[in-house]
């Protein structure tokens, strides 16, 4: 995956190059690409992307594979690559930059309130170097707060008819006795006078001219002369966050909430971050989830199997009654229209699934084993009627020896 580096040639502006398949800031390989990790085309609309994590999550989840440290790499690395390419901003940094425009052990693209700008990145080198160059020399501006994700475990059934959920977050929050300015109550911030409030100061020798940053209120533009005791002029201070998220109805896992301005909070006039609550559903007893479907195997005796009779299914609503005819073999599936899941956008309603499974008999007394004996030496007489598929199979083996030995 291609990384970056800035070379500067005398007489020519700044350019960048491209390094293929080695990070020239770490030099390690370069990690795998996160269309590739999930096994779709780089033009992948959200809803493939959605169910190709689907599809990995349920294959190598932890809770799937205890003992597994290859599944849970695989896990994680699934889910890095779908959280960056569902977000519109950071997938949009990687398809240009690669790993160096989300991952900042890659080379710094990725900053705490999301995939920076070109501009953002290179602008303070142009400008030492060119004076103002991307940003014009203007003041720098403040940074946002850092996005957070939460990840939110829920039931089956609480994803299925939705939550309400309260969760508690460690993170920055404004200073309440600045209100987020940093300055002492009473008091203010006022503007910086080596820089006169532009927030970038121009050095000049000769015909060389050099702009960088105010080095008395580090590209502010204002200098805080009494600091908040509390945030010692920061204006944010470190706390726990009690949120209450509503989770719609048909969430499924890898889904995504968005809770605006509920991130890190900034430094001071800085807007906050958001929080990105990530969906996951835990595994059903019962119950496995395909989409809007649910399946389940559905244990029946030999003699229900033989003779049919009528079962009671478990739904997420309570009982239903399935009637299963005579001569069912293991395997036969029963669809339970309507039985399934909301989708969260609304649309039709999925299916129950019901995959029925003949048991065997187990741990039978003499008596009874004399009874299946008896039975079956009855039903031999007659097996290509009673047992069409086993009498069949048979002459196929026979058909494939006698093949065998001519």
């Not at 201070?237 to 909070?265: C, F, M, N, Q, Y």
């Not at 195997?297 to 009528?310: Q, R, V």
Request: aromatic fraction near 8%; charged fraction near 25%; hydrophobic fraction near 30%.
């Amino acid at each position: 995956m291609p990384h970056f580096a800035i070379s500067v040639a005398r007489g020519n502006a700044p350019r960048v190059t491209v390094s293929e398949s080695f990070n020239l800031v770490s030099g390690k390989m370069s990690k795998k690409d996160y269309y590739e990790v999930l096994g779709v085309n780089k033009g992948a609309t959200d809803q493939e992307l959605k169910k190709a994590y689907r599809r990995l999550a349920m294959k190598y989840h932890p809770d799937r594979n205890p003992d597994s440290k290859e599944a849970e790499e695989s896990f994680k690395e699934a889910k890095e690559a779908y959280e960056i390419l569902t977000n519109p901003q950071k997938r949009q940094a990687y398809d240009q930059y690669g790993h160096a425009g989300v991952d900042p052990s890659q080379g710094g693209f990725h900053g705490g309130g999301g995939a920076e700008s070109f501009s953002d990145i290179f602008g303070d080198v142009f400008g030492d170097i060119f004076g103002g160059g991307a940003r014009g020399g203007g003041r720098q501006r403040q940074r946002r707060g850092a996005d957070l994700q939460y990840n939110l475990e829920m039931s089956l059934e609480e994803a299925v008819k939705g939550v309400k959920k309260t969760i508690k977050i460690p993170t920055y929050v404004d200073c309440e006795p600045c209100d987020g300015s940093g300055a002492k109550k009473g008091s203010s911030s006022t503007t910086c006078g080596t820089c006169k409030g532009v927030g970038q100061v121009r050095m000049q020798q000769g015909f060389f001219s050099v702009q960088q940053t105010c080095p008395s209120c580090h590209g502010q533009g204002t200098v805080i002369k009494d600091p908040c005791t509390v945030c010692s002029g920061q204006g944010r201070v470190r706390k726990e966050k009690t949120l209450s998220v509503k989770v719609p109805a048909g969430v499924d896992t890898g889904d995504r909430i968005r809770l605006t301005g509920e991130g890190e909070a900034g430094g001071p006039g800085a807007v906050p971050g958001d929080l990105y609550v990530q969906m996951h559903v835990k595994q059903h007893p019962i119950f496995e989830r395909d989409g809007d479907n649910l399946y389940c195997e559905m244990p029946i005796s030999f003699t229900t199997a033989c003779l049919g009779g009528e079962l009671e299914v478990p739904t997420l609503e309570g009982r239903v009654k399935l009637k299963v005819p005579e001569e069912t073999q293991t395997g036969r599936m029963f669809r339970l229209r309507g039985k399934g899941i909301t989708p969260m956008r609304g649309g039709m309603r999925g299916d129950l699934l019901c995959r029925v499974v003949v048991e065997t008999p187990v741990k039978l007394n003499k008596d009874q084993k004399k009874m299946l004996q008896e039975f079956d030496e009855y039903l031999k007489g007659s097996k290509k009627q009673h047992s069409p598929k086993s009498s069949t199979w048979w002459d196929g083996v026979k058909n494939f020896w006698d093949e065998m030995t001519n």
